[in-house]
């Protein structure tokens, strides 16, 4: 079993920044990837970005890039989120997910976390 910890969600005006931590634990030796997705309300779940901690790829959805910075720490596995110049519709709920490999289909990842709640007002 591998369980995924997330912290640091919180609100926010528009522009400003949150950081977003996930940590695993459990049987973790299958990880190579940790990333992050969201539901905002009303909508589906869509991929944000991951890393593998492994390979050292990092990856991102259009609409984040240059504003998002995804990271991992190699010798824990740890997937940290930060983001800055946050606007209105980031706001969702964010889910840490791992898996062996990357892939931008929320489903394919065999752990996912419970989500942590990051809202950004204007």
């Known amino acids: 079993q591998v369980q995924l910890i997330e912290s640091g969600g919180g609100s926010v005006q528009v522009g400003g920044s949150l950081r977003l931590s996930c940590a695993a634990s459990?049987?973790?030796?299958?990880?190579?990837?940790m990333g992050w997705f969201r539901q905002a309300p009303g909508k589906g779940r869509e991929f944000v970005a991951a890393v593998n901690r492994r390979a050292g790829s990092i990856y991102y959805a259009d609409d984040v890039k240059g504003r998002f910075t995804v990271s991992g720490d190699n010798d824990k596995y740890t997937a940290d989120l930060q983001m800055n110049s946050l606007k209105p519709e980031d706001t969702a709920v964010y889910i840490c997910?791992?898996?062996?490999?990357?892939?931008?289909?929320?489903?394919?990842?065999?752990?996912r976390g419970q989500g942590t709640r990051v809202t950004v007002s204007s």
């Open positions: 997910v791992a898996g062996p490999s990357y892939y931008t289909d929320y489903f394919f990842y065999n752990h």
């Open positions: 459990g049987r973790t030796d299958s990880i190579n990837v």
